[in-house]
C-alpha cells in the first residue's frame, strides 16, 4: 500500500495491471518458471492458459444500398420568361383547374396532368389552384390546395418530371395559380 502524497486518508491500495501476457511473454515465463524455486512457503505462480488464436472471418462487404435517381433541386421560372408571360408574348401549353376538388382528386388529377404532357413533350404548363377561402372552407384550412401543389410537384415520383415552378403573372390568377416548367422528355 501506497501513502497519499498528502499524507492525509487511509493508503492507497497499489494498483495492478490486468493486462494480460502477450504470446512472447508466456514463453518467457514459461522458460524463467522452469529454473525458478519458490521462496519457503510460496508456491510458484500458475500461468493463464495459452488463448488459441481465433481464426479470422472474413468480413462480408456491408450491403449496398438500392441506387435511387439523382433528385435535382427545383428552380423557379427564368425572369424572362416570367416577363414574356406578362406580357402575353409567351403562352402556356397546357392549364389545369384544380378549383372545388377535394385533395385526394386534386393530387391524382395533378399527377395525371403532368404525366400526360411531360409525354407530349411540353414545356410551360399553368396549375391553378385558387387562393382559397370559400364558402365551405374552414378558419383554419384557408387555401389548402394553395399550400399543397408546391409540396406534391416536389415529390420524388414527379421530381424527375417537373424542372421547377413559380407563381403566376395577375392575368393568369397571380397568388392562385402556378406555372410549372416540364423537363424534356428523353426516348430511350
Known sequence: ????????????????NRRGLTPEE????????????PMPG?????????????????LLPPAK????????PLAGVERRLLKDLSRGSRQVDGR???HGMRQAEAHQALRAFL????ALGSKLLLV???????PDSLAGERGILRRLVPHWLADPDLRP????????????????????????RRDT
Open 96 to 98: 389545369l383547374d384544380l
Open 128 to 134: 391553378i389552384t385558387g387562393k382559397g377561402g370559400g
Open 42 to 58: 510460496r508456491t510458484l505462480p500458475v500461468p493463464e492458459p495459452e488463448e488459441k488464436p481465433v481464426p479470422a472471418v472474413p
Open 161 to 184: 418530371l417537373v424542372i421547377g415552378f413559380d407563381v403566376s403573372a395577375r392575368q393568369h390568377g397571380g397568388e392562385g395559380a402556378l406555372y410549372v416548367r416540364l423537363r424534356r
Open 115 to 118: 404525366h400526360r404532357h411531360h
Open 1 to 16: 500500500m501506497k501513502r497519499r502524497p498528502d499524507g492525509e486518508g487511509p493508503p492507497r491500495p497499489a494498483r495492478r
Open 26 to 37: 508466456r514463453t518467457l515465463w514459461a522458460h524463467v518458471v522452469q529454473n525458478a524455486k
Open 65 to 72: 444500398a438500392p441506387l435511387r435517381p439523382r433528385l435535382l
